[in-house]
C-alpha cells in the first residue's frame, strides 16, 4: 500500500468527520511493525476557524444546561468508558506501541477524572458570607470560561487529555482537543463516545495538527485557556505566546525524576520499582524514574539486583503479552539509543545494552531493550538531558546531603522518590525537595484524581496543575456578588464604602 492510499484520521468537528481542505498530513506507525498505517490531518487555517465557530457555538446551550443535566452525560460517558475500554487499549498500543496492560492502566488513569468530574456539583460550589455589612450578604459563583483547548503528547493518547476535559466539560466549557499527531486515533475515538454518552455536538471537537494548528489556538481570541502537556522548551513557547494572547495558560513540561536509595533501603523492593518506573511504557512516562540515585555504600549490590532483573524483561510486540513495547518510532529510537554513546565516550559503564535485544516482534520495529548504565557523571548529556526511552542511569553519592543537592540544582522538578526504612529520613526528603510530586518507597508518585498533577521548576509553567482541586480552579472563573435587599428604612446617600 502506498502511503496516499491509506486511510486518513480526520478531524472532528460539529459532531462529524470533517475532510480536510488542504492537503496537509503527517504519517502515523505501528511502532511495533514499523511500517506507516495511517496518515493524520494536519490543520491549516479553514479547519482551525471550523473548530473555534463550532466550540463556540456550543457553549451557550451547554453552559447553560443545568448541573444535573451535565452530570447525566458524564456518567453514561463512564460507563461507556467502564465496558469498552478495551477497543480504546488496542488503538492505543497499534499507534504508540505500549503494551495493552499498560495502554489499559492509563485509560483507568483517566477514567479516575471522569469519575471526579461526575461529582463537579460538589467542586463548583462557592462561598457565602451572610451580613458582611448591614443588610449586605457576599457571596461566590464559578462559571466556566467557554472555549478551551488541550494540546496533548504522544505519550498518553488517553491519560493525558482526560486530565483535562472530563473537568472542562462538566464545569460547563467547550473543549478543542489538539493530540499528538503520533497517535490521533485516541482522541476520535473518545469523541464518538462522547456523542454516544449524549454529549451535544460541538462541546468536544478534535483538531488534529501540528505547530500551525497549535498556533492557531494560542493566538484566536475566542478561545480562553489552553491545557497544555510536552517537551519543556515547547511548553515555555506555549505559556509565554498563550499568555502574550490573553489567555489562561498551564503548560506541563518535561521531566529527569530522581529515585533516591538509601542505605537501610529494602533493596528487593527498590530494584523493583526501578525497573517498573524506568522500563514501563519503554520510559516514555514523564514519571518514569531516569535517574537512580545510589547512596553509599548501596550501589554494586543494587545496581546488580536492577541488572539480573532487567535480563528478564521481554522486549516485544504489545499485542503479545509482552513486558515492554518499541519506542515511538525510527527517529525517537535512534534518538534515545545515542545516549549509550554519549554514556560510554563520558566514561560510564553500560551494564545492559539495549541495542543488543532480540525483540519478540517484527525485524523492523522500532525497538531498543532496557539499557542500564552505571556510574553516569553527572555532567554527561545523559544524566543532564531528558532523554525519554528505556534508558536507567544510576549516579553513586557519599551521602544523603549530595543527593539532595543533585536533584535540587536540576532544571526539572517533576517527581523524586525515596526509598528508605527511615521515617525520619523520608519526612526530611518530602520537606526539602524540590519537585512537585514525591514518593515515598513509592516509584511513579502520580496523585489519584482527587489531587492535582503537577511539577515545579521547568516541568510547569503557569500555576495551576492539572485535575484535582486545581483543575476545578482552572476551568472556571470566579465571580463574587455582593447583595442587598433594601428595606426601605435603610435608604440615603453615603459616598463612602460601607463600614457597617
Ligand atoms: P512535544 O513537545 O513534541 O509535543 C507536544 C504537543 O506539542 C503535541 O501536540 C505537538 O503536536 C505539539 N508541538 C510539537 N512541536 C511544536 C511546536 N514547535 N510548536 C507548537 N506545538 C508543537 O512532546 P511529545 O514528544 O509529544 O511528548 C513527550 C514530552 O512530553 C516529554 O518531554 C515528556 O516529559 C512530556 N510530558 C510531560 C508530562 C507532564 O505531566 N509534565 C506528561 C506527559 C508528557
Known sequence: MTASSLPIVPHWIDGAKHPQSGGRTAPVYDPARGIQTKSVALAGASEIEAAVASAKAAFPAWSGLSLARRQTVLFAFRELLESRKHELAEIITAEHGKVLDDALGEISRGQEVVEFATSLAHHLKG????????????YSIKQPLGVVAIISPFNFPAMVPSWFFPIAIAAGNTVILKPSEKDPSAALWIARLWQEAGLPDGVFTVLNGDKEA???????PDVRAVSFVGSTPIARYVYETGTAHGKRVQALGGAKNHMLVLPDADLDLAADSAINAGFGSAGERCMAISVVVAVDPVGDELVARIRDRVAGIRTGDGRRGCDMGPLVT???????????DVA????????????????DGEPGGFWLGPTLIDHVPTTSRVYTEEIFGPVLSVVRVPSYEAAMELIDHGAYGNGAAIFTTDGG???RFQREVQAGMIGINVPIPVPVATFSFGGWKDSLFGDVKAHGPEGVRFFTQVKTVTSRWHDPAQGGINLGFPQN
Open 330 to 340: 525510527a527517529e525517537h529510537r535512534d534518538k534515545v539509543a545515542s545516549y549509550i
Open 425 to 427: 529520613a523520608a519526612r
Open 344 to 359: 560510554i565516550a563520558d566514561g560510564a559503564t553500560v551494564v545492559t545494552d539495549g541495542r543488543r535485544i532480540k525483540p
Open 214 to 220: 497549535v498556533d492557531g489556538l494560542l493566538t484566536h
Open 127 to 138: 462561598e457565602f458570607s451572610e451580613e458582611v455589612s448591614s443588610g449586605v450578604d457576599v
